[in-house]
Nanobody, 130 residues
Framework: QVDLVESGGGVVQPGGSLRLSCAAS???????????IGWFRQAPGKLREGVAC????????YYDDSAKGRFTIFRDTIKNTVDLQLSDLKPEDSAVYYC????????????????????WGQGTQVTVSN
């Protein structure tokens, strides 16, 4: 059993940046070679939403409109993580951020839908505030 573990959340001022990491505990090193990963977020009182997804097959990426141009999802092979770089953060980006996966999703875009993943991490809090 591989557990997804998020880290890197914190408090940052508007316009600032954070780098979130998704690690696979118990992974001998090949998990992210086979499992596509999605980053999601959930703000208080709102539905969880997909932010960015990365394909394990070819490294292609998918971004929600709210993330385009500001967030980047990528594989860090040294750390063996799939990270989400958050830039130009806004107060409305404040949320708990989760990484998630599903074996053999129909498409990368489908993985980024709320019903896409079936395996979730515990989340990391991002707060954007003065």
């Amino acid at each position: 059993q591989v557990d997804l573990v998020e880290s890197g959340g914190g408090v940052v001022q508007p316009g600032g940046s954070l780098r979130l990491s998704c690690a696979a505990s118990g992974d001998p090193g090949s998990f992210f070679d086979y499992y596509s990963i999605g980053w999601f977020r959930q703000a208080p009182g709102k539905l969880r939403e997909g932010v960015a997804c990365r394909s394990a097959v070819d490294g292609s990426t998918y971004y929600d409109d709210s993330a385009k141009g500001r967030f980047t999802i990528f594989r860090d092979t040294i750390k063996n993580t799939v990270d989400l770089q958050l830039s130009d953060l806004k107060p409305e980006d404040s949320a708990v951020y989760y990484c998630a996966t599903r074996a053999s999703p129909a498409s990368l875009q489908s993985l980024c839908q709320l019903t896409g993943p079936n395996h979730w991490g515990q989340g990391t809090q991002v707060t954007v505030s003065n």
